[in-house]
């Protein structure tokens, strides 16, 4: 894998766990290093790491907050 990749995977290691269970993407990455940005999409998907998913949780802590009260 080319060093660019790597530095890029070394600033979340999240991402390593994220590659070990997705190996397709190793294979990816290696032929063609442009698509990291696919990947990291990918990754904020599954991981829901995005803001839309983020809003959601909160949305429905505060649901459950009104709920408790």
Do not use: C, G
């Amino acid at each position: 894998m080319r060093s660019e990749i790597l530095t890029q995977l070394d600033k979340n290691p999240d991402y390593y766990l994220f590659l070990r269970e997705n190996p397709h993407w190793h294979k990816e990455l290696n032929r063609d290093p442009t698509k990291f940005k696919d990947f990291v999409d990918e990754y904020k998907v599954k991981r829901r790491k995005r803001v839309v998913d983020r809003i959601d949780d909160l949305s429905m802590m505060i649901t459950l907050a009104k709920e408790l009260m």
